[in-house]
């Protein structure tokens, strides 16, 4: 039986932007952190996700991922907050579930975290678990590059069946519009339409937007929303070439993003370069970037004029 679509769909759409947790002395820099916020409102992005992977969510304890939540809906003046609350144990998760309640967010993202590789079921029953014992909606969090969980599609339609699961983060793909627009479809018919899809990989954002995608759930966004905002708002403006465009111009950062492994270090040292963070902000074992590689980021930044 499939239950109707999520009350919460709408919710999870537009740009929802992914900040970083800057670490200073191997602690939250709290201050840095609620200027990262307040600039991400400033900009009006339609939702913050706290504590994804560019939030280095898996190097937080419990007590600071509570933390992260309270500054965050703090310092986000109604902008709607998903709170990342994955865990290596079940226990944890919900643990991070309340907290997340506690400071106020409006929703969830959930990653099947591990160590040892999981099964389908494994995962089924870490979101059935989850939506048990919340009332907040869930994104499904399907990073494979980040978790090593590769999601199916009959795994994205069981997830659907369950109360409380409101959106499916998927991760771009190097496919064609048409096979884009296609493989976003086949989701949907396999998920009965009743929830919402984002892509993530800001590399493709724009591709998957216009494949029919529903939100970009990135991760520059949360550093340099202003660029991002734009290719969303031309994407669901129907401005599909245009969207095309502007992520085009912005190839040369995503040319760094391949080559330096992923977006991670490449937008700490963006935040560090507009001095929004202070340098090293990553958590150890992480080191960031090596001083030639920054110089090459912040060539970047002012060609394109990010700010």
Same mark, same amino acid.
């Given at each position: ?8 769909? =709408? ?13 200073? &002395? ?39 991922? !509570? ?9 986000? /003046? ?8 994955? !865990? ?24 099947? @975290? ?7 079921? &494994? ?9 048990? /014992? ?7 969090? &399907? ?10 599609? &009959?795994?994205?339609?069981?997830? /659907? ?19 884009? =627009?296609?493989? @976003?479809?086949?989701?949907?018919? =396999? ?27 990135? !991760? @520059? ?21 245009? /969207? ?24 700490? =040292? ?6 929004? @963070? !202070? ?29």
């Amino acid at each position: 039986m499939t239950h109707p679509t999520s009350p919460f769909r =709408a919710l999870f759409t537009g740009l929802s932007a992914f900040p970083l947790t800057p670490i200073r &002395d191997e602690e939250v820099d709290e201050a840095a952190y609620a200027g990262l916020i307040e600039r991400l409102v400033a900009a009006g992005v339609d939702s913050i996700t706290a504590l994804g992977s560019t939030g280095s969510y898996v190097y937080l304890s419990t007590g600071e991922r !509570a933390r992260v939540a309270q500054l965050t809906v703090d310092h986000a /003046a109604g902008t709607p907050v998903f709170v990342g609350v994955g !865990a290596l144990r079940t226990r944890e998760v919900l643990a991070n579930v309340r907290a997340a309640e506690a400071a106020g967010a409006q929703g969830l993202l959930l990653a099947p @975290v591990s160590y040892h590789p999981l099964t389908e079921d &494994d995962v089924f029953e870490l979101f059935r678990t989850v939506t048990s /014992a919340t009332d907040l909606p869930i994104v499904v969090y &399907d990073n494979p590059g980040t978790t090593h969980f590769t999601f199916t599609t &009959d795994l994205y339609a069981r997830l /659907a069946e369950l109360d409380g699961v409101a959106s499916i983060k998927i991760p771009g793909l190097p496919l064609s519009p048409r096979e884009f =627009a296609a493989h @976003v479809e086949a989701i949907r018919a =396999a998920t009965g339409n009743q929830v919402s899809i984002g892509i993530s990989g800001d590399a493709l954002g724009a591709a998957g937007l216009n494949a029919g995608c529903d939100a970009w759930y990135t !991760a @520059v966004g949360g550093t340099l929303p202003a660029p991002m905002l734009a290719i969303t708002r031309a994407a669901v403006n129907g401005e599909a070439e245009r /969207a095309s465009e502007l992520s085009a111009d912005l190839q040369p950062l995503w040319d760094l993003f391949a080559e330096f492994g992923g977006s991670l270090r490449v937008t700490a =040292a963006i935040a560090e370069h507009l001095e929004l @963070v !202070a340098a090293p902000s990553l958590p150890l074992p992480i080191l960031g970037l090596t001083d030639s590689q920054k110089r090459r980021v912040a060539e970047v930044v002012e060609t394109l004029n990010l700010h």
